[in-house]
């Protein structure tokens, strides 16, 4: 008579009763310690595999979960504002996932367009500031000049001429994945936005006073090359030596 191989306080046993029914024919060819840690390894695996089975599977993020996870982010901190906006989303069967959040600001002097571009696919974030007039070609050549010297001295951000029908607007770029869209952040950008359609209002403005514009770009060259060269000394000097 085979005896039965039972491990002390071992509640999976009781469990698994059935299983050393099984089992227990091919004691014969074995001694009690060896069939005992058989058994012991057997049962650590099924062990094993109920507790996965148990433990419910995490489901992987669908790609509907972050396809609007930028804009909405952005939407939500506009509502914060009490603000209203247009907002437009992409067709359904276009390539790039880009949303468009339009809304309009005033002040004393001017009206412009605020535009938030949202590309979901690679979270790149533009905001523009578009004037409400736009340039006539006659004044593109000095439109064009002050916005260059203008630009060169913007460190953040940048003014933009559209030669297809004259906008001016001003141009802010945001990599989402890389940057924290915070409240704080987002009220920052803007605040920075609001600053260069000022100045690209000004510039608007200037270019537009000029009762007969020149349509060659250098003659707007030569005036920028009268005024006095401010003095670059404080800049990097080249040198034989390691800096």
């Known amino acids: 008579m085979i005896p039965k191989i039972r491990p002390k306080q071992n509640p999976i046993f009781n469990k698994f009763g059935d299983l050393l029914c099984i089992i227990s024919p091919f004691g014969l060819q074995f001694n009690n310690k060896i069939k005992h840690q058989i058994i012991m390894k057997i049962l650590d695996k099924l062990k094993q595999l109920l507790q996965k089975s148990d433990t419910p599977a995490k489901p992987e993020p669908s790609e509907d979960a972050h396809r609007h996870a930028v804009s909405t982010r952005i939407m939500a901190w506009l509502d914060k504002q009490g603000w209203k906006y247009e907002h437009r989303t992409p067709e359904e069967d276009a390539e790039m996932r880009t949303h468009h959040m339009i809304l309009s600001f005033t002040d004393n002097q001017s009206d412009w367009t605020c535009v938030f571009r949202v590309n979901e696919n690679n979270q790149l974030v533009a905001i523009f500031g578009v004037l409400t007039e736009t340039v006539p070609p006659s004044h593109y050549a000095s439109i064009l000049m002050k916005i260059a010297r203008a ?93």
Do not use: W
């Open 151 to 243: 630009n060169l001295n913007i460190a953040f951000g940048s003014i933009e001429l559209d030669p297809f029908d004259g906008e001016v607007r001003v141009k802010m770029s945001i990599d989402a994945e890389f940057s924290t869209l915070s409240d704080k952040a987002l009220g920052c950008y803007l605040q920075g936005v609001a600053g260069l359609t000022e100045i690209a209002q000004r510039l608007f403005d200037d270019a537009m006073a000029e009762s007969e514009p020149s349509p060659i770009i250098h003659d707007y060259l030569n005036d920028y090359n009268d005024l006095p060269q401010e003095s670059d000394s404080g800049f990097f000097t080249p040198t034989h030596t390691a800096q």
